[in-house]
């Protein structure tokens, strides 16, 4: 297992930090830094505080390790919503395999992709539905309806922002496929019904899990100045090769790099023999390219995780 490094540049300005806050929360840095990270924290409860709904996006491609594991306490009994986003980019098996687990657990989950826009009307419609309940109360207590008030949180770079401007159909929130970009709460109003608000990627101050750190570096939820290529990128070779389809993603890997991937080697000597071949013998080029092509799609369409049992 490869241990994820935590920052280790002394030299941090506000700005980084800033980007780290949708960066590496994870054990050393939480040391380092307690008042920002425990900012991060007091900021995402007082949003919630503030409003009726809570629509929680993770990434279909990591939806375990883009949990945010102090949500449900937070949430309370305010109504939940799971968005599983980038649906887009894991294939047809595996979103059933998650649809599955998700209906054993009683969860209902809306699949949704911020780019074009799938599912969009459905995440809508599930927020409004909430409000009927919202507004049949304070009708109850005498008050007027008003707009629901629902929120996005979600990790760094799961495409919130993404979403918003797809349900809102217009590009009001700033959208980048970098984490940290959002980086002010910001409400919408969605028609006369609803009030959304964008808010900055939050990743728990409890987040030790080095695996579920890689993973987050892998899917670039978390700053690049976290991590070091090679690191994350024999990661995700490590992933893929532990995967039900890992026999086709070796062939996949070689087709696409023009070397064998074999059994024998690990994913150390994948990168290094990739960039012989390729990167004129840098590694860290290689991991650079690996990881590219992981993102934008180019090594298939493929959940890094899925349901226990699978
Ligand atoms: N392929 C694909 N890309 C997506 C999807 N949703 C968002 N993206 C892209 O992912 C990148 C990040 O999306 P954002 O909407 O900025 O993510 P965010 O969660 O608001 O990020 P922070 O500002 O870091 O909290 C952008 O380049 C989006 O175009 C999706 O469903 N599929």
Same mark, same amino acid.
């Given at each position: 297992m490869h241990q994820l490094q935590a920052?280790?540049?002394?030299?941090?300005?506000d700005d980084l930090l800033l980007e780290q806050t949708g960066g590496l929360l994870e054990g050393r840095l939480v040391q380092w830094y307690p008042g920002h990270i425990a900012r991060a924290e007091r900021r995402l409860k007082e949003q919630l505080g503030m409003v009726d709904v809570v629509l929680e996006v993770r990434d279909a491609r990591i939806p375990m390790s883009t949990c945010h594991s102090q949500l449900a306490k937070w949430c309370g009994t305010k109504p939940r919503l799971l968005l599983l986003n980038r649906?887009?980019?894991?294939?047809e098996s595996d979103r059933s395999a998650w649809t599955r687990h998700f209906k054993q657990q009683k969860t209902p989950v809306l699949w949704t992709d911020g780019v074009s826009g799938l599912g969009s009307g459905q995440v809508r419609k599930a927020a409004l539905d909430a409000s009927v309940a919202i507004n049949a109360k304070r009708r109850n207590r005498g008050l007027m309806p008003r707009p629901v008030r629902a929120v996005m949180i979600g990790? *760094?770079?799961? $495409?919130k922002s993404a979403l918003i401007n797809r349900l809102l159909n217009r590009r009001v929130c700033r959208s980048a *496929?970098?984490? $940290?970009?959002?980086?002010d709460l910001r409400w919408n109003r969605l028609g006369s019904d609803l009030d959304l608000l964008d808010a900055p990627g939050v990743i728990p101050a409890?987040?030790?899990?080095q695996q579920a750190a890689q993973r987050l570096a892998v899917c670039n939820?978390?700053?690049?100045?976290?991590?070091i290529d090679s690191l994350i990128a024999a990661s995700l070779l490590d992933t893929l090769t532990a995967l039900p389809s890992a026999r086709s993603l070796r062939r996949r890997l070689a087709q696409r790099y023009d070397v064998e991937f074999s059994e024998d080697m690990t994913a150390e000597d994948y990168i290094a023999a990739v960039a012989e071949a390729k990167?004129?013998?840098e590694d860290e080029r290689a991991a650079q390219r690996m990881l590219k092509d992981f993102r934008v799609g180019a090594l298939g369409r493929i959940a890094l995780e899925l349901p226990p049992g699978f």
């Open positions: 920052l280790v540049g002394a030299e941090l300005d649906v887009d980019m894991i294939s990790f *760094p770079n799961v $495409g *496929p970098k984490p $940290g970009v959002t980086r409890s987040f030790t899990d939820d978390i700053g690049e100045a976290s991590y990167c004129q013998g």
